[in-house]
């Protein structure tokens, strides 16, 4: 069984969590759920390509965007947890039999990061999604 890295499962998280390749590094190609992060991720990557060809108007467009916004804010929220779970805690679960490694400040850095862009990413989501129902209520979004 081969060793499973905390520093780089958080890091994973942080660059790729949005389309499940920190699960793939985990638990292996036919992890089940991870083949449910691709498609969600790449409706709202759809949807913002939407918009930004076709306009903020696009009502589809600002339907699918939230949705990118939630799956990387979710990965960023994983590589968080990934990145301050004990070392101890880790090695039991992830690397039952091998013995624990240490590890230092890449978690922490990973940490750092997921949390500076998690927050960015959901308070804009959360700004972008209020605002569009607000205007949809009022009537000025086309439907």
């Given at each position: 069984?081969?060793?499973?890295?905390?520093?780089?499962?958080?890091?994973?998280?942080?660059?790729?969590?949005?389309?499940?390749?920190?699960?793939?590094?985990?638990?292996?190609?036919?992890?089940?759920?991870?083949?449910?992060?691709?498609?969600?991720?790449?409706?709202?990557?759809?949807?913002?390509?939407?918009?930004?060809?076709?306009?903020?108007?696009d009502?589809?467009?600002?339907?699918?965007?939230?949705?990118?916004?939630?799956r990387?804010?979710?990965?960023?929220?994983?590589?968080?947890?990934?990145?301050?779970?004990?070392?101890?805690?880790?090695?039991?679960?992830?690397?039952?039999?091998?013995?624990?490694?240490?590890?230092?400040?890449?978690?922490?850095?990973?940490?750092?990061?997921?949390l500076?862009?998690?927050?960015?990413?959901?308070?804009?989501?959360?700004?972008?999604?209020?605002?569009?129902?607000?205007?949809?209520?009022?009537?000025?979004?086309?439907v």
């Amino acid at each position: 069984m081969r060793y499973r890295s905390k520093t780089l499962a958080t890091w994973i998280a942080v660059a790729g969590g949005a389309f499940g390749l920190h699960r793939f590094y985990l638990h292996g190609l036919r992890d089940r759920l991870g083949w449910l992060h691709p498609l969600p991720t790449l409706i709202g990557l759809a949807g913002a390509v939407r918009m930004r060809n076709l306009g903020q108007d696009d009502a589809l467009g600002w339907l699918l965007v939230p949705l990118l916004g939630l799956r990387l804010s979710v990965a960023m929220l994983t590589a968080i947890v990934y990145g301050l779970t004990p070392d101890e805690k880790w090695d039991a679960r992830r690397n039952p039999g091998q013995p624990g490694r240490t590890t230092r400040w890449g978690p922490v850095l990973g940490v750092i990061l997921a949390l500076l862009v998690g927050g960015i990413v959901l308070m804009g989501t959360i700004a972008f999604s209020v605002q569009r129902f607000f205007e949809w209520q009022l009537g000025r979004l086309p439907v």
